[in-house]
């Protein structure tokens, strides 16, 4: 089995964000439950709209670790767009005006979609049929956000009591 560029990519994305995930998550108890929960949530909704797009045709994973499976991408659906979730809800800028959250939000989703460009145009990770940028934009910016609402309300009584 000879290891392609692809391969090499899903394995430094792995280690990435093993790594991201041991360096930027706090230790404590609370924290990391919290980022259970964000990584939990972000990884329902991408199984969800991952397979959508997939079964609809609209894009595909020409290089997917399980075949027989799914036709989904596990590494980017399972572990990395969730990995990121986790430190954009445990970094987010509370109690900062409408403009910096909304500019904290389309950071992670344009970061996230510019590296999603530059693997469609340049492996066979991700083909767009009837699928462009700013559809991966807008549905990140969307599922980010329902991500962090559904943190907050999970850990509303919580938080309050903190403060």
């Not at 609809?56 to 990995?83: D, Q």
């Not at 049929?129 to 559809?135: G, N």
């Not at 956000?145 to 009584?157: A, D, I, N, Q």
Request: glycine letters at 4%; proline letters at 2%.
């Amino acid at each position: 089995m000879e290891i392609s560029l692809e391969h090499i990519i899903l394995g430094i994305s792995w280690l990435a964000m093993a790594l991201a995930l041991w360096r930027w998550v706090p230790k404590d108890r609370h924290s990391l439950r919290k980022a259970q929960i964000a990584f939990f949530c972000k990884q329902a909704i991408t199984w969800l709209f991952g397979l959508m797009v997939v079964e609809w045709g609209l894009l595909s994973y020409p290089i997917h670790e399980f075949e027989h499976a799914t036709n989904t991408s596990f590494t980017f659906e399972f572990f990395v767009y969730p990995s990121i979730c986790v430190l954009y809800n445990l970094h987010f800028p509370e109690n900062q005006g409408y403009v910096t959250t909304f500019l904290y939000t389309a950071a992670y989703c344009s970061g996230i979609t510019i590296l999603e460009v530059l693997l469609e145009k340049y492996t066979l990770l991700i083909h767009y049929i009837y699928w462009t940028w700013y559809w991966t934009w807008i549905t990140l910016f969307l599922t980010f956000c329902l991500s962090r609402t559904y943190v907050k309300w999970f850990y509303h009584g919580y938080d309050q009591k903190k403060t």
